[in-house]
């Protein structure tokens, strides 16, 4: 692994290397052409760390995903989260993602690019800034992650979604895509340092927000976590963690 890891090192830093490319396409080229070039990057990178590490991935419900922009909300159960979430839901996407993801070098460079929203929950207004600037990736096109818990979770296990999370989702009035992530965290979390490990990644049925009773909105958060717990095979219900 210590070879891989002086591998991955200097393939990350070819990586940063490719931001010159972003900016010259973003400027010459447009937009369209920058995002395109990001979201190559994203696939690649996520590609090579999984492989990297050694990860297998068993995906379930890949019909879920909708066509059209959505949020999918998942559990967080390790820093591996964003490279396989990329792999698996294959289309343009961004995360809500704490501040400080964004001062990551390289990875950070590309996760802004990657139409990602930094959060800081300290802060209540920069908290309803970054819900508009998600809004608006969603009405641009991009869909967006949210890791309701705020945290990643102990050994895998699922804490308490923040309140409030699940705003995006609803002033976007986009689907919601329930997202289970296990095993994750065997690859890297548990042990603090990465180990090859199997995954499996459950996608929900998509929920419409708009179709949803004043009543069902409010205990919208509370049944999407439901949702993802009862997805752990594993231990089931042991994988709540009301202790977050």
Do not use: Q
Not at 56 to 69: H, Q, R
Request: glycine share 8%; net charge positive; hydrophobic share 40%.
């Amino acid at each position: 692994m210590f070879f891989k890891g002086i591998m991955y090192i200097i393939y990350m830093l070819a990586v940063r290397i490719k931001g010159i490319k972003y900016s010259y396409l973003k400027k010459y080229k447009g937009n369209e052409a920058a995002d395109k070039f990001v979201e190559e990057i994203a696939m690649k990178w996520s590609t090579y760390t999984i492989k990297t590490i050694g990860i297998e991935i068993e995906v379930e419900g890949k019909e879920n995903i909708p066509t059209e922009p959505c949020v999918f909300i998942s559990n967080h159960t390790s820093i591996l989260d964003i490279p396989i979430l990329f792999k698996t839901i294959s289309k343009p996407i961004g995360f809500i993602a704490k501040k400080e993801m964004l001062k990551v070098p390289v990875l950070g460079y590309w996760l802004e690019k990657a139409h990602c929203v930094p959060l800081d929950r300290s802060n209540a207004r920069e908290a309803v800034k970054s819900i508009s600037e998600g809004v608006k990736n969603i009405k641009e096109g991009f869909s967006m992650v949210i890791f309701p818990e705020g945290t990643r979770g102990k050994r895998g296990r699922v804490g308490e979604f923040k309140k409030g999370s699940l705003k995006l989702a609803t002033r976007a009035k986009a689907l919601i895509v329930p997202v289970t992530i296990e095993g994750a965290n065997k690859g890297f979390e548990d042990e603090r340092r990465f180990k090859p490990c199997k995954v499996r990644v459950v996608f929900g049925k998509p929920i419409n927000p708009s179709e949803l009773s004043k009543e069902e909105l409010v205990e919208l958060a509370t049944s999407i976590r439901e949702e993802i717990v009862m997805n752990i095979k594993e231990n089931g219900l042991n994988w709540c963690d009301n202790s977050i």
